[in-house]
T-cell receptor, first 112, second 111 residues
Framework: DAGVIQSPRHEVTEMGQEVTLRCKPI?????LFWYRQTMMRGLELLIY????????DSGMPEDRFSAKMPNASFSTLKIQPSEPRDSAVYFC??????????FGPGTRLTVL | EDKVVQSPLSLVVHEGDTVTLNCSYE??????LLWYKQEKKAPTFLFML????IEKKSGRLSSILDKKELFSILNITATQTGDSAVYLC???????????FGPGTRLSVLP
């Protein structure tokens, strides 16, 4: 198995632009998580899905962030409009069980 | 093969007790070791440890790493019922593609 796949690995954009991050979970996993990691705040859960249904989006910072999971093998995290404070590494993780997750390599986002 | 072992797997204590959770690991290319707390939802980050002998503290929680003996401990003092959770340690695998998680220690703190 290739593991959790994320794209792009790096994204540099200007403030105000739309950013879309993509994730392909491990096949057969029922849960998909989006995390944001910064030096200041560590790893923060943004949202997670179970069987493609969003379960908890309380970590989504504000309306500029949205996430979708149209099918079991694909999810997107969109930021519109992006701001410099959104600069971080965004991880997607998937799991078969709630307490065992496999993380993707992350997308390093820089908003100028 | 990279692996991580946690002990005990389950622990029941009363409020006010102090607990020590253990994590031992084998990894080809050690980068860091992370501790997470997981309640009903996904894990929340507690600590990242990269250097031996340097204690990380956050309130009643503290953790330290021994890279020579390949283990880490997580201490919780004056436990509260809100500390009840599964505590996971994890580290990036040799390729940096995935985090290798231990099985977790399920801590139950009784009033």
């Amino acid at each position: 198995d290739a593991g959790v796949i994320q794209s792009p690995r790096h994204e540099v954009t200007e403030m105000g632009q739309e950013v879309t991050l993509r994730c392909k979970p491990i096949s057969g996993h029922d849960y998909l998580f989006w995390y944001r990691q910064t030096m200041m705040r560590g790893l923060e859960l943004l949202i997670y899905f179970n069987n493609n249904v969003p379960i908890d989006d309380s970590g989504m910072p504000e309306d500029r962030f949205s996430a979708k999971m149209p099918n079991a093998s694909f999810s997107t995290l969109k930021i519109q409009p992006s701001e410099p404070r959104d600069s971080a590494v965004y991880f997607c993780a998937s799991s078969k069980l709630e307490n065992e997750q496999f993380f993707g390599p992350g997308t390093r986002l820089t908003v100028l | 093969e990279d692996k991580v072992v946690q002990s005990p797997l389950s622990l029941v204590v009363h409020e006010g007790d102090t607990v020590t959770l253990n994590c031992s690991y084998e990894v080809t290319n050690f980068r860091s070791l992370l501790w997470y707390k997981q309640e009903k939802k996904a894990p929340t980050f507690l600590f990242m440890l990269t250097s031996s002998g340097i204690e990380k503290k956050s309130g009643r929680l503290s953790s330290i790493l021994d890279k020579k003996e390949l283990f880490s401990i997580l201490n919780i003092t004056a436990t509260q019922t809100g500390d009840s959770a599964v505590y996971l340690c994890a580290f990036p695998d040799n390729y940096g593609q995935n985090f290798v998680f231990g099985p977790g220690t399920r801590l139950s703190v009784l009033p």
